[in-house]
């Protein structure tokens, strides 16, 4: 979760050092941040555990060399579809 000024406020700071939020322990990530934009973010532990919690929000998880479609394209029959389906 990316910390902006709306959410800051909504974690509070436990004894070992982690923050709670809605019954679920975060851990912030600071130092290098989010592997895409840099940001520091909070993460759940349980994402941490089973090795996901890399990217701080699903824009930066699905850019560039992560997202499905990078380096394809769209077929001329997809390409038709789509856009009758847009004139729709």
Do not use: A
Not at 19 to 32: A, D, P, T, V
Not at 65 to 81: A, F, I, L, R, S
């Amino acid at each position: 979760m990316r910390i902006t000024w709306d959410n800051i406020d909504l974690f509070k700071l436990t004894k070992k050092g982690t923050f709670r939020y809605k019954n679920q322990y975060y851990i912030l990530i600071e130092g290098k941040g989010c592997k895409n934009c840099k940001s520091p973010y909070f993460v759940r532990k349980d994402q941490i555990q089973c090795g996901n919690g890399k990217y701080c929000c699903k824009q930066c998880m699905s850019s560039g060399v992560n997202n499905p479609m990078y380096g394809k394209t769209h077929t001329d029959e997809v390409k038709k579809k789509l856009s009758i389906n847009i004139k729709k």
